[in-house]
């Protein structure tokens, strides 16, 4: 299983940016039975966990600094997983990485989680 994180890049405060997880090595089923979940890691910071969705498309939001300014979402039928960034904010940069759990259920922890995809960088600066 592979995940590809893509759409990062440098974006001014207040701008938006949409990341891509493209997951390879799962069928349709299986990435229907998963759950998909966004983490970030700052400098000098350990990695939280920021959002997820599960497998009935509900979604967890563990950053409160998040509510009202990312969407995550996912396409079963891309096998991939989004995260719509809006608002950015300075304190928002940082390496985002997705993740998936077989259980099909979300956690904020990252021992939850099975596969990992590479990362991509987000850098918000004016």
């Known amino acids: 299983v592979q995940l590809q994180a893509s759409g990062g890049g440098l974006v001014q405060p207040g701008g938006s940016l949409r990341l891509t997880c493209k997951v390879s090595?799962?069928?349709?089923?299986?990435?229907?039975?998963?759950?998909f979940a966004w983490f970030r890691q700052a400098p000098g910071k350990e990695r939280e966990g920021a959002s997820c969705v599960n497998k009935d498309d509900s979604k967890d939001y563990y950053l409160g600094s998040w509510k009202g300014r990312f969407t995550i979402s996912r396409d079963n039928a891309k096998n991939t997983v989004y995260l719509q960034m809006a608002s950015l904010e300075a304190e928002d940069t940082a390496v985002y990485y997705c993740?998936?759990?077989?259980?099909?259920?979300?956690?904020?922890?990252?021992?939850?989680?099975?596969?990992w995809g590479w990362g991509t960088q987000v850098t918000v600066s004016s």
């Open positions: 993740a998936t759990s077989r259980t099909g259920y979300c956690s904020r922890n990252f021992w939850h989680y099975d596969y």
């Open positions: 090595g799962l069928t349709f089923e299986a990435f229907a039975d998963s759950s």
